[in-house]
T-cell receptor, first 114, second 112 residues
């Protein structure tokens, strides 16, 4: 079983819709939670990150972490065609022996139709 | 400021050939890493380094070697290419105290 599970989709929504992307994980030692966006034939780019549980908002994007359920979400409000990409969740522990490693989900492919 | 530069962008190898994928960064980041990305398997960590002279294995290290003689460069060597190594390879770096991984643009490798 993978440490991080993410529904690959694909997910197709109309422009203006609210999008919900989710990941579950099994390792309770994960403390940092990230969302990356990857456009076709490009490297991933960090969209948002949160430490431990809670919410974080940045413009149209909101990241939520529920450590008790081992579940993280990314919400996109007023989705735009330019949001069409693959979204990858990533997680990292904090103690030194694994400080360098980020574990990624498989990614969810999102298409926003005009 | 180029960020993370990967070369080559595309490469085709025959089974058994060896080659080196180059990764260079100009951001003075201590942490550098190599991932491979395959359909349905996401990004998997191959090797990583937390500083010059220090390397460690990731999730899928077999068939790959790395070295880190300078802060700027972190080459990935394929010793004897196999079709199972057909993938897109990404180099990623991170600065001290930051959670943000900076990715290169990737190398598309095909092994025939």
């Amino acid at each position: 079983q993978k440490e991080v599970e993410q529904d690959p989709g694909p997910l197709s929504v109309p422009e203006g819709a609210i999008v919900s992307l989710n990941c579950t994980y099994s390792n309770s030692a994960f403390q940092y939670f990230m969302w990356y966006r990857q456009y076709s034939r490009k490297g991933p780019e960090l969209l948002m990150y949160t430490y431990s549980s809670g919410n974080k908002e940045d413009g149209r994007f909101t990241a939520q972490v529920d450590k008790s359920s081992k579940y993280i979400s990314l919400f996109i409000r007023d989705s735009q065609p330019s949001d069409s990409a693959t979204y990858l969740c990533a997680m990292r522990m904090t103690y030194n022996t694994n400080a360098g490693k980020s574990t990624f989900g498989d990614g969810t492919t999102l298409t926003v139709k005009p | 400021n180029a960020g993370v530069t990967q070369t080559p962008k595309f490469q085709v190898l025959k089974t058994g050939q060896s080659m080196t994928l180059q990764c260079a960064q100009d951001m003075n980041h201590e942490y550098m890493s190599w991932y491979r990305q395959d359909p349905g398997m996401g990004l998997r960590l191959i090797h990583y380094s937390v500083g010059a002279g220090i390397t460690d294995q990731g999730e899928v290290p077999n068939g790959y070697n790395v070295s880190r003689s300078t802060t700027e460069d972190f080459p990935l060597r394929l010793l004897s290419a196999a079709p199972s190594q057909t993938s897109v390879y990404f180099c990623a770096t991170r600065g001290r105290g930051s959670e943000k991984l900076f990715f290169g643009s990737g190398t598309q490798l095909s092994v025939l």
